[in-house]
C-alpha cells in the first residue's frame, strides 16, 4: 500500500506541476516496434517548452511503469523492461502524448523429455512466456499421419505413444493474442527399437516375441519379460541370420529382423520331416515342404564325442526324465542308437552336448507331442 500510494504521489505531481517552470504543451512519445518479453528497451520523446529537470512518466492503461528527467534540450530517455505490449504514454506536466504499442515476441520453450526408444515414457514439455500471449497449439504426426491437434493455455505436457517404431514430428504455434507476435517451432524425433537383453521389459519384449513367432521361431508363452526362453528363440534367430551369437537384441538385430524371411529346408521328401542343421546349431520342423518350426539346438561339442548325420527315423519316445550314462534326458526322442532329441535346461549357442541334439525344455514339450513315431530326422 505504501509504494502505491507514492506511486500515485509522483504521477500526481506530474500531472499537476508546480507553476515555477514553463507549462509543457507537447509531448512525443517513440518506443521500438517490437521487442522479446523481458528485454529492456528505451521510450524516447521530447517535452516542449519545457525545463530542463521536468519529470516524465511512462504510464501503461494509466498505471505507472517509469519515470525519468528531461534533459536540457527538451527530449528525455527512459529504459524500460517489457513484459506487456501497451499501450504505453508519456505524462508530463499533465500532458500525454500519443500512445504507442510495443509487440511483444513471447518466449516458447519446448521439448521432448524422455528417451525415443519404444516403449520408454516421451513427453512433451512446452510453455509460452508470458501465459498472457495467446494459446499453444501442439499438432503431432506419426509416420505422416496427424495423431493429436489441440490447444494449450501457458503449459502444454502431452504424453506421446512410443508403442511402435515410427518417425515423430511435433509442430507447436501460438495463437497470439493482440500485441504479441505469433512463434512456431518443430521438435522431431525417431522412435527406434529398444536395445533388449535378458531380464528386459516392457512392450517391446512382446513385441519381439511376436516378430519371431510370425517367423516361425520357437517362443515360449508371450509376456513381457526377457525370459532365458525367450533368449533361446534370439539364439535362433540370430544363427539362422548369420548374426553373433550373443542374445541380445541391439539395432542391428531389429534392421535384420525387419526384412527376414522364414528359412527353406534342404529336403523336400517326405514332405514332413525333422532337418538338423549342424553348422548353424538349429533344427526346421518341416510340414508340407515349408519350414514350421525354428528351435535352436546344441550338439556334440565335448572332445571325443560327436552327433551322427545322415538321415534317420525315430523309433523310441520316453515321457518325462529318462536317466542315461552321460545324463538325465527330457522326453527324449531317440533316432539311431543312443541318439535322441532332448530337452535340456541349457543350450548354449555353441556345441555343447556329448552327441544328443538339445533343445530348450519349452520346445521339446511340443516336439514330443506333435512329431511321431517314424519321423524322418535329417541331420547334416
Known amino acids: 500500500m505504501?509504494?502505491?500510494?507514492?506511486?500515485?504521489?509522483?504521477?500526481?505531481?506530474l500531472a499537476c506541476p508546480a507553476a515555477a517552470h514553463a507549462q509543457a504543451s507537447a509531448v512525443t512519445l517513440k518506443a521500438p516496434g517490437a521487442t522479446a518479453f523481458g528485454h529492456r528497451?528505451?521510450?524516447?520523446?521530447?517535452?516542449?517548452?519545457?525545463?530542463?529537470?521536468?519529470r516524465v512518466a511512462i504510464l501503461r492503461d494509466g498505471t505507472f511503469v517509469a519515470a525519468g528527467a528531461v534533459r536540457g534540450d527538451g527530449t528525455f530517455r527512459i529504459p524500460v523492461r517489457i513484459g506487456q505490449p501497451g499501450p504505453f504514454v508519456a505524462v508530463a506536466d499533465g500532458v500525454s502524448s500519443a500512445s504507442v504499442t510495443v509487440r511483444i515476441v513471447p518466449r516458447l520453450a519446448a521439448s521432448l523429455v524422455g528417451a525415443s526408444v519404444v516403449g520408454?515414457?516421451?513427453?512433451?514439455?512446452?510453455?509460452?512466456?508470458?501465459?498472457?500471449?495467446?494459446?499453444?497449439r501442439v499438432r503431432v504426426v506419426r509416420?505422416?499421419?496427424?495423431?493429436?491437434?489441440?490447444?494449450y493455455r501457458g503449459e502444454a505436457r502431452v504424453r506421446l505413444g512410443t508403442d511402435r517404431v515410427t518417425d515423430l514430428?511435433?509442430?507447436?504455434?501460438?495463437?497470439?493474442?493482440?500485441?504479441y507476435e505469433p512463434l512456431a517451432k518443430t521438435l522431431r524425433a525417431s522412435i527406434v527399437p529398444p536395445r533388449l537383453a535378458y531380464g528386459s521389459a516392457g512392450p517391446a519384449v512382446t513385441e519381439l516375441a511376436h516378430r519371431l513367432a510370425s517367423l516361425h521361431y520357437a517362443v515360449p508363452s508371450f509376456s513381457s519379460a526377457f525370459s532365458?526362453?525367450?533368449?533361446?528363440?534370439?539364439?535362433?534367430?540370430?544363427?539362422?541370420?548369420?548374426?553373433p551369437r550373443s542374445g541380445v537384441v541391439d539395432t542391428t538385430f531389429w534392421a535384420t529382423i525387419a526384412s527376414a524371411e522364414i528359412p527353406r529346408p534342404r529336403y523336400a521328401d517326405p514332405a514332413d520331416h525333422i532337418e538338423v542343421d549342424k553348422a548353424r546349431q538349429v533344427l526346421f520342423i518341416v510340414r508340407d515342404g515349408r519350414v514350421a518350426l525354428i528351435s535352436p539346438v546344441s550338439?556334440?561339442?565335448?572332445?571325443?564325442?560327436?552327433?551322427?548325420?545322415?538321415?534317420?527315423?525315430?523309433?523310441?519316445?520316453?515321457?518325462?526324465?529318462?536317466?542315461?550314462?552321460?545324463?538325465?534326458?527330457?522326453?527324449?526322442?531317440?533316432?539311431?542308437?543312443?541318439?535322441?532329441?532332448?530337452g535340456n535346461p541349457s543350450v548354449p549357442p555353441y556345441p555343447a552336448s556329448h552327441g544328443c541334439i538339445r533343445v530348450p525344455s519349452f520346445v521339446i514339450y511340443r516336439l514330443f507331442q506333435s512329431e511321431p513315431y517314424g519321423e524322418t530326422v535329417y541331420v547334416y
Open 2 to 13: 505504501v509504494v502505491r500510494r507514492r506511486l500515485a504521489l509522483l504521477v500526481l505531481a
Open 41 to 54: 528497451i528505451e521510450f524516447v520523446g521530447r517535452v516542449s517548452p519545457t525545463t530542463p529537470g521536468t
Open 120 to 136: 520408454a515414457p516421451l513427453t512433451l514439455v512446452a510453455r509460452v512466456q508470458p501465459a498472457q500471449a495467446g494459446s499453444l
Open 143 to 151: 509416420g505422416g499421419r496427424q495423431t493429436l491437434l489441440a490447444h
Open 169 to 179: 514430428r511435433v509442430e507447436l504455434a501460438t495463437v497470439p493474442r493482440q500485441g
Open 228 to 243: 532365458s526362453d525367450l533368449v533361446e528363440s534370439v539364439y535362433a534367430f540370430e544363427k539362422v541370420a548369420g548374426l
Open 299 to 342: 550338439t556334440a561339442g565335448i572332445p571325443g564325442y560327436y552327433t551322427p548325420t545322415g538321415r534317420f527315423a525315430i523309433y523310441r519316445k520316453v515321457v518325462g526324465l529318462d536317466p542315461s550314462p552321460l545324463g538325465v534326458l527330457l522326453n527324449p526322442m531317440y533316432f539311431v542308437a543312443g541318439y535322441a532329441i532332448h
